[in-house]
């Protein structure tokens, strides 16, 4: 048999290798069937159809290739919508319709952006979810379901205890609103501000409560807790005394006062001329003595500007003065106080009338004083203004600020006397220190004013009881109770407001006169007494 394989022909041999190949072929003509087959399971629609039944695509062009993307990515945002709605608990139906099938060649072009795709919206599934557990932790306590929000947001609809419960309503006068800032220091803070001296401490509270009243008093008060404070001041090391002074020491100070009670135009006077002084300090001067100059030059000012300047005007004012005079005075004020005690020791008989007004009732003071000095004094409110200027023949009033334009800055009730007083050509001779000259301009009390508590208008404080011929106290304080009436609760009614305002604004063509201590001049020279006194 051998010998026969062996001498077969050549012919035969490769006969039949060519019979044997075709088999082979039809093996690998099935591999490729297959893979073809599997390939198109994998296809993105799922579908196993031939090509033969598919009909070719059409090749889109770039701008529909962009379009065929966007409606996919909305529709692939809207079906995450839907399954997060579902997640949550509520329903929502898409209103887009499903994206179209892509072809096999679209889908090999697009397989690396939709794996990135893909991943973005992993990464925003996870975000959300988180949100989502963040919102269910703040909602926990209240018992509500988390929602497709994500972040807690509160419900738009108030619930029955916000609508049954009303707003209150606001007691600050819309037209003031602005002047309505913090509200004054009452009582002294149980942790105070370190760098705020004792001495200020003592002063803010005073000036709060109206123990320390008046543009004059409140000025010199302020110097004298400044003078003490500046004696407990030691410079900190790598600086100057003229630097941190004024920036770091006495500004803490300044700031105290003015919660308590804002400036007044004397006391920003003497603040810019203190820090001026400060200011001007050699700093090869040694600590101890710069405090020394700055305590004789602060009692040098109170002395030159205030105590001196009282003085001349007293004096000044005082001639002015005849006998048979009938002076109204409103109000108290020191240098008025001062005038009539001087006039009356030099001999001269007159009579006054004090027109007085709540809530300070500063009158009353004043009343007392002059009376006890032998003066004769008759004491009205501010209502019978009308009647005490029948017979009267000068009005003498004292100043809280000259502004520049002339006008009178003053205890509120002041316009209405000099008013009234020039209508009947009564001279209204005002008695003002150039310290209390401003280049300020006012046209009315509304842009510039100080608003006190409302409370203060609501009766008397405190009765006085006289001890002979009088009504005992017990019947006094009945009285001042009774008197509140309507206002004793004001705060509880919806469409009642008070309104405590400090100080008004007098026309300058009701002033006949200023008395300072440069002389007197009327009221357009102010500016230039201004311009000297700050020079000078």
Not at 133 to 147: C, E, I, L
Not at 489 to 511: F, G, H
């Amino acid at each position: 048999a051998s010998s026969e394989r062996a001498m077969a022909p050549p012919t035969a041999r490769v006969t039949e290798n060519t019979d044997r190949q075709p088999s082979q072929a039809d093996s690998t003509e099935t591999t490729q069937q297959i893979v073809d087959t599997d390939r198109s399971s994998q296809q993105p629609n799922g579908s196993a159809k031939s090509a033969e039944s598919v009909p070719a695509e059409p090749k889109l062009s770039g701008a529909e290739l962009k379009k065929k993307k966007q409606a996919e990515k909305a529709a692939r945002r809207e079906r995450e919508k839907a399954e997060r709605a579902a997640a949550g608990g509520t329903s929502v139906a898409p209103n887009t319709p499903a994206p179209p099938q892509a072809g096999k060649g679209d889908s090999q072009k697009k397989s690396k952006p939709n794996q990135q795709d893909q991943k973005s919206n992993q990464q925003d599934k996870d975000q959300k979810s988180n949100q989502q557990d963040k919102a269910q932790h703040f909602r926990r306590g209240s018992g509500t379901t988390p929602t497709s929000q994500k972040l807690p947001v509160r419900s738009s609809q108030p619930s029955t205890q916000a609508m049954t419960r009303k707003k209150p309503s606001s007691k600050e006068v819309g037209l003031f609103g602005h002047l309505y800032g913090h509200p004054r220091r009452q009582t002294l803070h149980p942790t105070p501000p370190k760098e705020v001296h004792p001495s200020v401490l003592s002063l803010g509270l005073q000036m709060s409560t109206y123990t320390v009243c008046g543009s004059n008093a409140r000025c010199v008060a302020m110097l004298l807790a400044f003078k003490a404070a500046i004696n407990a001041y030691t410079t900190p090391p790598q600086t100057s005394l003229a630097r941190h002074l004024t920036s770091h020491y006495l500004s803490p100070q300044i700031t105290y006062l003015n919660s308590c009670r804002p400036l007044s135009i004397s006391m920003g006077n003497a603040i810019r001329w203190l820090k001026d002084l400060i200011i001007k300090i050699d700093p090869a001067v040694p600590e101890q003595d710069a405090k020394l100059d700055i305590a004789d030059s602060i009692d040098a000012f109170i002395r030159e500007r205030i105590t001196a300047a009282d003085t001349l005007i007293a004096s000044a004012a005082a001639d002015k003065i005849q006998n048979g005079d009938v002076i109204v005075t409103y109000a108290k004020s020191s240098i008025v106080q001062k005038t009539l005690l001087q006039a009356h020791t030099q001999g001269k008989r007159f009579r006054v009338v004090v027109v007085d007004s709540k809530p300070l009732f500063e009158g009353r003071n004043l009343a007392r004083a002059l009376s006890n000095a032998g003066i004769t004094v008759q004491y009205a409110l501010v209502t019978a203004t009308s009647h005490v200027l029948g017979e009267s023949t000068k009005v003498l009033i004292g100043a809280h600020a000259m502004m520049s334009n002339g006008r009178l800055y003053s205890r509120v009730g002041t316009a209405v006397v000099a008013m009234q007083a020039a209508e009947r050509d009564i001279p209204v001779i005002v008695c003002c220190e150039s310290v209390k000259f401003t280049d300020r301009v006012a046209l009315d009390s509304i842009v510039g004013n100080e608003i006190a508590d409302p409370d203060e208008l609501v009766g008397e404080a405190r009765g006085e009881a006289r001890s002979e011929g009088g009504t005992d106290v017990e019947e006094v304080q009945g009285n001042a109770v009774n008197n509140q009436g309507a206002l004793k609760d004001w705060r509880k009614r919806e469409n009642l407001q008070l309104l405590n305002i400090m100080y008004d604004v007098t026309p300058a063509e009701y002033i006949k006169m200023v008395v300072t201590e440069y002389g007197s001049l009327p009221p357009s020279s102010v500016p230039v007494v201004h311009r000297i006194s700050t020079t000078v």
